[in-house]
């Protein structure tokens, strides 16, 4: 599987972005979708994942309440909406892919990483 994470950008405090993350290969349907951000100086962290049929989603505590992961497997993309950004969600984000649903939140486990896409949030 590759992944191709689009949609990065510079936003002021409170507005919204919406990141996609586009999939080669057949097998797509079978990976569970996952999100992670690493900003400057810090660790890769967790964001959000999504089961293969998107009927299960998960969020890290920072981003829940504001941040939407969703999917279409007809179209092999994985979206990340982004609401109420703030400052501290300055970071390059990345899609990620692990067979795995239970096991996605963890960095170590993850089986694809597309490539980072930058977002930028001014106060």
């Known amino acids: 599987v590759q992944l191709q994470a689009s949609g990065g950008g510079l936003v002021q405090a409170g507005g919204s972005l919406r990141l996609s993350c586009a999939a080669s290969g057949r097998t797509f349907s079978r990976y569970a979708m996952g999100w992670f951000r690493q900003a400057p100086g810090r660790e890769r962290e967790f964001v959000a994942a999504?089961?293969?049929?998107?009927?299960?989603?998960y969020y890290g505590s920072s981003v829940k309440g504001r941040f939407t992961i969703s999917r279409d497997n007809a179209k092999n993309t994985v979206s990340l909406q982004m609401d109420s950004l703030k400052p501290e969600d300055t970071a390059v984000y990345y899609c990620?892919?692990?067979?795995?649903?239970?096991?996605?939140?963890?960095?170590?486990?993850?089986?694809?990483w597309g490539q980072g896409t930058q977002v930028t949030v001014s106060s």
């Open positions: 999504i089961s293969w049929s998107g009927v299960e989603t």
């Open positions: 990620a892919a692990d067979q795995s649903w239970s096991t996605l939140r963890s960095e170590s486990a993850v089986d694809y």
